[in-house]
Nanobody, 119 residues
Framework: QVRLVESGGGLVQPGGSLRLSCAAS????????MGWYRQAPGKQRDLVAA???????NYADSVKGRFTISRDNAKNTVYLQMNSLKPEDAAVYYC?????????????WGQGTQVTVSS
């Protein structure tokens, strides 16, 4: 079984920064793409940023230039550095990973971490 555990959410003022972490554990052969999604109340869950095992990244237009996704493959961990936070960034942030177990690939989600941006 694979678990994704997020940390680093919280309350921050507009213009502030937060760093989210997501650590994968379990019987992992390898992890392919990892990403962060977010879901605000009453809205759909949207992709924020993703990173491949080779380090290629893509971002939602709304966070380009402010957020940076990175990963430590040795630790099976993905990070999201969020700078210049805006009230519209407030949401529950979910970690997502495509994990290879044997010959198959499975998609996993973390439990989510709340990010609140308010003065």
């Amino acid at each position: 079984q694979v678990r994704l555990v997020e940390s680093g959410g919280g309350l921050v003022q507009p213009g502030g920064s937060l760093r989210l972490s997501c650590a994968a554990s379990g019987s992992i052969f390898s992890i392919n793409a990892m990403g962060w999604y977010r879901q605000a109340p009453g809205k759909q869950r949207d992709l924020v940023a993703a990173i491949t095992s080779g380090g290629s990244t893509n971002y939602a237009d709304s966070v380009k230039g402010r957020f940076t996704i990175s990963r430590d493959n040795a630790k099976n961990t993905v990070y999201l550095q969020m700078n210049s936070l805006k009230p519209e960034d407030a949401a529950v942030y979910y970690c997502n990973a495509f994990v290879r177990l044997g010959n198959n690939e499975y998609n996993y989600w973390g439990q989510g971490t709340q990010v609140t941006v308010s003065s």
